[in-house]
């Protein structure tokens, strides 16, 4: 069932979410990123969420915005840039959770090519 929560101030689409961003897909203490989708401007708890329910295809952050907020910490509520969660070595720079680190497995249907 699709959820809808705002983290932060944020608000995060998705599948059985939580209060920390983790989704039906991604539940781990771990998975508690969500991604701002380009096709929509919309933060999801993951890319299948997005597929559940959103009525378009997921379209990757452009390079030339790699300097906006895109990504959000489920833990805190803070915002991070494509360049700064990059950066970050998988946990939070704001509150130090810890991010799964393979989510970073994911880059290029997120962010594209590195």
Not at 22 to 44: G, L, Q, W
Not at 82 to 92: G, K, W
């Amino acid at each position: 069932m699709p959820v809808e929560r705002t983290i932060g101030g944020t608000d995060v689409r998705g599948v059985a979410i939580d209060a920390d961003t983790r989704c039906a897909h991604y539940d781990t203490a771990r998975d508690v990123v969500a991604i701002r989708a380009a096709c929509c401007d919309t933060y999801f708890a993951c890319h299948a969420c997005h597929a559940a329910v959103a009525d378009h295809e997921w379209r990757v952050l452009p390079r030339d915005a790699f300097d906006d907020p895109a990504v959000l910490c489920g833990a805190c509520g803070a915002t991070l840039t494509v360049r700064e969660y990059a950066d970050c070595d998988d946990a939070c720079p704001d509150c130090g959770h810890a991010f799964n680190p393979g989510c970073k497995r994911h880059w290029e249907r997120y962010f594209g090519a590195r």
